[in-house]
Every structure is written in C-alpha cells, then in structure tokens.
C-alpha cells in the first residue's frame, strides 16, 4: 500500500511538471498504463476542470495547458 500510495504521489509530480501542455486523453492513458504496471486494480481516472476535485480523489496530473487535471480514485 506505501508503494502505491508512493507512486501515485510521483506520478501526481511528474504528471504536473512534465505533461502541462499534454492532450487530456494522452496523460490519462500514460498515467493509467504506470498505474496498472504497478499492480493497481480497482481505480478510476477522470479528467476535471482545474479545482473541480471531488474530496475523495487526488489530483495525479495537469493537462491541457493546467486548465484541466486528472484525478485519481482507488475503489
């Protein structure tokens, strides 16, 4: 679970640093195939407008020159 939880938290770093400019679609895909390398089953990926994050998910990348952010919820 710490590693998970660990690379959920890089992926929301470099996500954000590296993919600003990225199509929605493409980071969401690149993010859910790291995801899925790491064992993880049961998530959902979704992209939102810039500060519309449910509480319950966390916000693993930016897109779409930081207008728009893919959120992340295990279950």
Same mark, same amino acid.
């Given at each position: 679970m710490k590693k998970f939880l660990l690379a959920v938290g890089l992926l929301s770093i470099a996500g954000t640093a590296l993919a600003?400019?990225?199509p929605c679609d493409e980071l969401k895909s690149e993010?859910?195939?790291k995801i899925d390398a790491n064992g993880a089953s049961g998530?959902?990926?979704? *992209?939102v407008e810039k500060g519309a994050a449910p509480?319950?998910?966390?916000?693993?990348g930016s897109c779409e020159g930081g207008t728009k952010?893919? *959120?992340y919820k295990r279950g």
């Open positions: 600003a400019g990225k993010i859910a195939a998530y959902s990926l979704e *992209v509480s319950d998910h966390t916000v693993v952010e893919i *959120v």
